[in-house]
Structure formats: structure tokens, C-alpha cells
């Protein structure tokens, strides 16, 4: 059974750029939920999708936008990058939608915007 | 609005006592309660959920939580802490009615676990 896995590992932007970050999901899982985590702080949820479809969103600006895709990967996009959004970029998935399944991390993407 | 308060940043135990990781939540109806753990430079790993049923539950590496709904709490325990226990450990909320979708997690400022020989 492979896990969450997410590319890449590290990523250097600056301000103003655009920047795709992608995420297989566990063999299994259909719900993809992505949550950005500043140094020294819990995660932050930013968006859900389910089944291609986003069904869940956080307080972030439209300027963060996702994807899934048939086989359930899924891409986080962030527009117009910010010093803000350096962070670690986590995401996870679960078999269901529904909130009582134990959401599986991936290992996160580390962006730095200069 | 769903969140949980973690209220210590750091708890120091020695090797062989007991733990104790706090965490307290604030959600309307009934609340699923999750633990994670995080180590250096890597993902959140699962330790422990409460759904409904038993107050206490358990999970892995020893770790177990009590539910308690009078106090809005859900600790973390683990009875002979291990020194490969230290890591950064989240307590979260989720709610199926809570806005932004059901499987939106909230998670506490997190508690930094240090075991010592």
C-alpha cells in the first residue's frame, strides 16, 4: 500500500510568481484535503476534494485553487505568491468524505517566497 | 466556528513516567477528536480518533486519549513515556456540519513532547 506522496520536496518562488504543488493520494482514498502549516503553527485547512470536485473550503483568497484528477492526485495552485504564504504545504487523504475517517499525511512541500 | 486550545507549548518528562498532553475544544453538537504527531521534517501521523462510544480510546505507541464532554476535553496519555516519544503533537476537531466541509480538520497550536533520560 503506498502513501501520500507529494513533489516536490522543497521549492523556492518569489513574490508575485505562481507555484503547482501535487499530491498522490493513498492507494484506496478519494478525498484529498490540503492544509498549509506556518513555522510554529498547527495546519490550516485550505481546501477538500472530493470525486473531482471541491466540497469544503477554508478562509483562504480565491488565489489558492486545486484540482483532483480521475485517479484522485491532486494539485494545489497558488497565484500571485506572497512572503505569507512561505510555509509547509501538507496534503492528506481519507477513503471518504465524512470527517470520522483519520485523515493520511503526506510529507509535505516546503515553499519559500522571497 | 470549531477550535481547539492546546495550552502548553512545551511539556518535559522523564523517561518512564507518565505523560499527560492537553487539549480542549470548542464545537457546536458533537465532535470527532483526532491526535497527530509530527516529527522533524515530516508529515502528521495518525495516533488516535474519537467518534462516538467508549470515552477512552486507543491508539498507537501506547497513546491513549479520555473524551470528557463535561469538560470539552479530549488528553492525551501514554502511562511510561519513551524518548522516541518526543515530537510535536496537534490535537484536532472536525464536524460534520461545520462550514467549510465535513472533513475539515482545526488544529491546535500544537504541544512539543520532551522526553528526558
Known amino acids: 500500500e503506498t502513501g501520500v506522496t507529494q513533489s516536490p520536496t522543497h521549492l523556492i518562488k518569489t513574490r508575485g510568481q505562481q507555484v503547482t504543488l501535487r499530491c498522490s493520494s493513498q492507494?484506496?482514498?478519494?478525498?484529498v484535503s490540503w492544509y498549509q502549516q506556518a513555522l510554529g503553527q498547527g495546519p490550516q485547512f485550505i481546501f477538500q476534494y472530493y470525486r473531482e470536485e471541491e466540497n469544503g473550503r477554508g478562509n483562504f483568497p480565491p488565489r489558492f485553487s486545486g484540482l483532483q484528477f480521475p485517479n484522485y492526485s491532486s494539485e494545489l495552485n497558488v497565484n500571485a505568491l506572497e512572503l505569507d504564504d512561505s510555509a509547509l504545504y501538507l496534503c492528506?487523504?481519507?477513503?471518504?468524505?465524512?470527517?470520522?475517517?483519520?485523515?493520511?499525511f503526506g510529507p509535505g512541500t516546503r515553499l519559500t517566497v522571497l | 466556528a470549531q477550535s481547539v486550545a492546546q495550552p502548553e507549548d512545551q511539556v518535559n518528562v522523564a523517561e518512564g513516567n507518565p505523560l499527560t498532553v492537553k487539549c480542549t475544544y470548542s464545537v457546536s453538537g458533537n465532535p470527532y477528536l483526532f491526535w497527530y504527531v509530527q516529527y522533524p521534517n515530516r508529515g502528521l501521523q495518525f495516533l488516535l480518533k474519537?467518534?462516538?462510544?467508549?470515552?477512552l480510546v486507543k491508539g498507537s505507541y501506547g497513546f491513549e486519549a479520555e473524551f470528557n464532554k463535561s469538560q470539552t476535553s479530549f488528553h492525551l496519555k501514554k502511562p511510561s513515556a519513551l524518548v522516541s516519544d518526543s515530537a510535536l503533537y496537534f490535537c484536532?476537531?472536525?464536524?460534520?456540519?461545520?462550514?467549510?466541509?465535513?472533513?475539515?480538520?482545526?488544529f491546535g497550536t500544537g504541544t512539543q513532547l520532551k522526553v528526558e533520560l
Open positions: 474519537y467518534i462516538t462510544g467508549d470515552n
Open positions: 492507494s484506496g482514498h478519494n478525498t
Open positions: 484536532a476537531v472536525s464536524h460534520p456540519g461545520a462550514p467549510g466541509g465535513g472533513n475539515k480538520l482545526t
Open positions: 492528506a487523504s481519507s477513503p471518504v468524505s465524512g470527517g470520522y475517517n483519520e485523515q493520511f
